[in-house]
């Protein structure tokens, strides 16, 4: 289809009208012939249908479950939507499961839920997960999707909630290489995120390296985290079990105020949380030559040119149409595809800071405005999947 505006909302739900949706099941072998029917159902079927029951881990190699994965939501926090519900979901979960075809060869198929129950969640993904290779969680609520992912991790199959971890791992990749570029070193920046959603939540854990290896993750020692209601400190009463958890390895001063009073200093701010929160002014209170990446969409925490303004080094944001682009499609694609080929059973730690260093590696010289390669850049998968799977090889 032509673009014929530059309205987004509306070329998008014309394009959606007039094809129905974004995806179509196809066969994969053709029925044209009697022999062709009888061997793509009965009575051949019954020969791979004993083969599993004889041997299960057959099924990934005689049915699509080697190759499939279950995009699940149940609508309640759709890109910056918020709770919009199970239909309005599915042109996202769509959306997902063509980039998943598209940059991975991976089939992906959206199933939204009717419930936001947390335990009907958790037992309707355990009753499905036999017809797939792996499960993409996706614009789940917190602190729910929290609970949902962690106790899925004994299924048998990656189960990897992408708000959470995608976000983290590219970001982690863009922030490698802005500390090239400014002669840091990960471990002495003092970091503000704002938000204290999925996002953020993932973000901090993988910064300060929980349930990573010492020896192969420094962590980040000085971390603030602020939510709307202000930084994330001891005293409040407040805060759920998540935060009160992150409370542990950050915030060790127990600074207490605004968003503006936490960044007062810092090296760098991440936010995953609202538009238009801060100004030139709030970046200029930073350190010198600061790494701004405000995520929020689509209208980030700063615009990048307010954010130089102010004195940033190196900005990035969730947006396709500015520099440095914070984008789960970095990392998905990749670390499915390679989770699927190696026949993983979760996503690990490990996994995952493979994929961060995987991406940071895809771009040889960084630039300020290069830190991160580009969502089109479709060798990317290749190198995170090799990356994924290595480390799994390596961790066996």
Request: glycine share 8%; with cysteine.
């Amino acid at each position: 289809m032509e673009k014929t505006t530059k309205n987004y909302y509306e070329d998008s739900v014309k394009m959606h009208r007039e094809n129905g949706g974004k995806l179509e099941v196809k066969s994969k072998i053709p029925v044209e012939t009697q022999y062709d029917l009888s061997i793509a159902y009965s009575p051949g079927v019954a020969g791979p249908c004993l083969a599993i029951k004889d041997n299960p881990d057959a099924a990934r190699q005689l049915t699509i479950k080697g190759n499939t994965v279950a995009i699940i939501s149940d609508g309640t926090a759709v890109l910056g939507l918020g709770n919009i519900g199970p239909l309005a979901a599915i042109p996202v979960m769509e959306g997902k499961a063509l980039l998943f075809k598209e940059f991975a060869g991976v089939d992906a198929f959206p199933i939204c839920l009717d419930t936001e129950d947390t335990e009907e969640i958790i037992r309707t993904i355990r009753l499905i997960a036999p017809v797939f290779g792996g499960i993409n969680l996706e614009d789940i609520s917190a602190p729910r999707c929290f609970e949902i992912e962690s106790r899925l991790q004994d299924l048998g199959i990656p189960v990897f909630h992408d708000d959470q971890h995608g976000t983290a791992i590219v970001l982690l990749a863009g922030l490698i290489n802005a500390c090239k570029i400014t002669g840091r070193k990960i471990e002495d920046l003092k970091v503000v995120i704002n938000g204290a959603g999925a996002a953020g939540i993932a973000i901090a854990k993988m910064l300060r390296c929980v349930n990573f290896d010492p020896e192969v993750c420094i962590p980040v020692k000085d971390m603030v985290l602020c939510d709307s209601k202000g930084i994330l400190h001891r005293d409040r009463d407040n805060l759920n079990p998540v935060k009160k958890e992150i409370l542990q390895f950050s915030n060790r001063e127990n600074k207490k105020g605004t968003v503006k009073d936490a960044i007062r200093g810092a090296d760098v701010f991440i936010g995953v949380s609202i538009a238009n929160l801060l100004t030139a002014e709030d970046i200029a209170t930073m350190n010198k030559n600061a790494l701004v990446f405000p995520m929020a969409n689509p209208v980030p925490e700063i615009m990048p040119e307010e954010a130089y303004k102010g004195g940033a080094a190196i900005v990035g944001t969730g947006r396709s149409d500015l520099p440095n682009q914070v984008n789960n499609v970095l990392a998905f694609p990749g670390i499915f595809k390679g989770a699927l080929q190696a026949g993983a059973k979760q996503i690990t730690p490990k996994m995952k800071l493979a994929a961060a260093f995987a991406l940071a590696d895809c771009i040889e010289n960084p630039t300020p405005d290069k830190i991160l390669p580009q969502s089109l850049e479709k060798e990317v998968v290749d190198k995170v999947a090799s990356a994924v799977m290595n480390s799994l090889v390596f961790e066996k």
